[in-house]
């Protein structure tokens, strides 16, 4: 295994305890990177960071769990203290986690979950970003992956403004990748479509959107997380060195399929 090779990386990737995170810290940690576990509650940070110890670190420690609430500034300050205290650096930072509070039509939005979208989705994402990029810019090395959605390039009657804050990060990617290409540094979004974990259980639960999802999708099912690891897996190792500023779709397809 070169290609793809994690050894001697160290990775930090929020929202890790569930779903696509938690998928992306074992493939990691499987493809030989050192892991931060994070997530808002202490004790699921630490019972998935002992399971990653345990069955990909070799009598090693390869995974460290830090509680992080990214809404606030502070938090995240600690987050990147703590990592870059514990693992001396950061080569992948993976902006995973992020919030819905709210489905309906735009218009009833109330102020405050529109707010609470773009500040986790968008701002931290932000924050944390410009907080670990100047390390990667004087090792001239580095990449960061922000976990968007296929919802940032569709309009939506019911994920609008979570759909607005999607199509910021693609954007926040690409301005990562302009502004810090030049010291070696690359940023991609990953675009998944609809992926069977907590987050999207009101989506996958309810049998009529299921089957509008799937009906006209070519593969006539939705994702599992694991299937999302491997994109992150192939953007933070040698395989994609020459891929910045885009935004990978994987959704089995519900894009480009006609009604
Ligand atoms: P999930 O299974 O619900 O996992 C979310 C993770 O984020 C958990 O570890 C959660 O732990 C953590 N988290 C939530 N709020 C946080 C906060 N404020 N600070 C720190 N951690 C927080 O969700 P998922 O489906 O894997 O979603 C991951 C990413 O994929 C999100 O960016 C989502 O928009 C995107 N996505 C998901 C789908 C889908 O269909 N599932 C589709 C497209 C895109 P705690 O709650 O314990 O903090």
Excluded at 8 to 26: D, F, N, P, Q
Excluded at 90 to 108: E, H, R
Excluded at 204 to 213: C, P, V
Aim: net charge neutral; hydrophobic share 40%; aromatic share 6%.
């Amino acid at each position: 295994m070169t290609l793809f090779d994690l050894t001697g990386k160290v990775a930090l990737v929020t929202g890790s305890t569930k779903g696509i995170g938690e998928a992306i810290v074992h493939r990691f940690a499987e493809h030989g990177a050192k892991v931060v576990v994070s997530s808002r509650k202490e004790d699921i940070c630490q019972k998935v960071a002992s399971e990653i110890n345990e069955k990909w670190g070799k009598g090693e420690e390869v995974a460290l769990p830090v509680p992080c609430n990214i809404s606030h500034k502070e938090e995240l300050e600690k987050l990147v203290a703590t990592t870059n205290d514990k693992w001396g650096r950061i080569d992948t930072l993976v902006c995973n986690a992020a919030v819905n509070p709210y489905f309906g039509p735009s218009k009833d939005i109330p102020d405050s979950a529109f707010n609470k979208i773009m500040e986790v989705n968008v701002r931290s994402n932000f924050w944390l970003s410009n907080m670990v990029l100047p390390q990667m810019v004087e090792r001239k090395d580095g990449t960061v992956i922000i976990v968007s959605s296929i919802g940032g390039f569709r309009g939506s009657p019911i994920l609008g403004a979570y759909g607005i804050s999607k199509a910021a990060d693609f954007q926040l990617a690409r301005n990562i990748a302009v502004e810090y290409g030049p010291d070696n540094v690359r940023a991609n979004a990953i675009a998944p479509g609809l992926i069977k974990t907590d987050f999207a259980r009101a989506l996958w639960e309810d049998e009529n959107i299921l089957k509008r999802t799937t009906a006209n999708a070519p593969l006539r099912r939705i994702g599992l997380p694991d299937e999302i690891a491997g994109t992150a897996v192939y953007l933070a190792s040698a395989a994609g060195a020459f891929m910045t500023g885009q935004a990978i779709v994987v959704d089995g397809g519900v894009t480009i399929a006609g009604g």
